[in-house]
């Protein structure tokens, strides 16, 4: 037989397995934690802050404390002047 008719296997890693493994899988764990808390940001606290600066533009708590006392939620307050 000639030699290019038996191709030999390439030997394993013997050494450093665990350390290839912890290399690869900390760089996948970091890329994903990012993109995870890029996507929060952007899907779920951009908005919520916008919903909420929304609301407070046009709160009145006057108003509302006026509604909840008239709904006997809340009793009334005396008046400090």
């Known amino acids: ?3 290019d008719a038996v191709a030999r296997l390439p030997k394993p890693q013997m050494r450093g397995l665990f350390r290839s ?6 760089v ?4 994903l934690s990012v993109i995870g808390s890029a996507a929060w940001k952007v899907l779920v606290s951009d908005p919520r802050k916008q919903r909420y600066a929304e609301f407070y ?4 708590a006057d108003k509302e ?3 909840m006392k ?3 939620v809340l009793p009334p307050f005396p008046e400090i002047e």
């Open 1 to 3: 037989m000639s030699a």
């Open 21 to 26: 493994y912890l290399k690869k899988h900390l």
């Open 28 to 31: 996948i764990a970091t890329v």
């Open 57 to 60: 533009k046009t709160y009145d």
């Open 65 to 67: 404390y006026e509604r």
């Open 70 to 72: 008239a709904a006997d």
